[in-house]
């Protein structure tokens, strides 16, 4: 594996603001390379625990690309110390998924079962897929573990991509008076809000109600599964209504 070259100060800044600027995917490149020695040291630090190196080396390094185009060099934050934060966080919840994945619990499995079943009942009754809300009020669970059943079995609905509730956007969902969302964004209300969620919860929110991607793309571009954005998703607008909430 070739070692990254390190930049000097001016030279990484002035690539930062060329990328922000104009997202040419050299200056990417040279950035990304300039600071793989982070991922390095990353996946030295957790490799050993029942995950091979190169797969943690992968993970933080896709983070440092993620992070890269979040990043606003005019924010007077180091690049080094906003991307590290990011890269350790996506190697902890690739442990996270990966041990959900290893250990099935017997009532998970039981759970995907009872899942699967009421599914189908209720498609039939209501002439169409029902929603993860639905499903939850049939078998009385909440509705995270019904997200996770479904992701156990590997089932999907078909109004998956669908926000926490269908066509909503997130001022309606978060019950902010709708005033378009350049300034419902810079409200510090909701700044504040957003800024207390985990990264992949706040990136998850960015992707899908500032970029307007479908879960399925969100889920690609993040590197999880498409149950894992909805899981997360939920959460994620929960939090922030009760943060608002609170606020008011």
């Known amino acids: 594996m070739a070692k990254a070259s390190r930049l000097p100060p001016e030279t990484l800044d002035s690539l930062l603001a060329e990328y922000r600027q104009t997202g040419d995917p050299s200056a990417r490149d040279r950035i990304v390379e300039a600071h793989l020695y982070i991922a390095e040291i990353i996946a030295r630090r957790f490799a050993g625990r029942g995950v091979d190196y190169d797969d943690l080396y992968q993970v933080a390094s896709l983070a440092l690309v993620r992070a890269l185009d979040r990043y606003d060099p005019y924010r007077g934050v180091r690049f ?32 995907a ?34 997200l996770e059943a479904l992701e156990t079995a590997g089932l999907t609905l078909v109004s998956m991509d ?25 409200r510090d209300a909701l700044n504040r809000a957003l800024d207390a969620l985990t990264p992949r919860r706040r990136e998850i929110i960015r992707l899908r ?13 993040v590197g999880v599964s498409q149950m894992t954005i909805s899981r997360e998703e939920r959460l994620a607008l929960k939090e922030l209504k009760s943060a608002l909430n609170e606020g008011n």
């Open 80 to 111: 080094a110390s906003f991307v590290t934060p990011n890269m350790v966080g996506e190697v902890k919840n690739y442990f996270r998924d990966r041990a959900r994945t290893l250990r099935l619990p017997r009532r998970g499995v039981q759970l």
């Open 113 to 146: 079962r009872e899942v699967e079943q009421a599914r189908d009942r209720l498609a039939q009754s209501l002439g169409r897929m029902p929603r993860v809300d639905e499903l939850a009020d049939a078998l009385n669970v909440p509705e995270d573990h019904i």
């Open 162 to 186: 669908a926000p926490a509730d269908e066509d909503q956007s997130l001022e309606q969902y978060l019950g902010i008076e709708d005033r378009g969302y350049a300034d419902f964004e810079g």
């Open 209 to 221: 109600y500032f970029d307007n991607l479908s879960q399925r793309e969100a889920a690609a571009r």
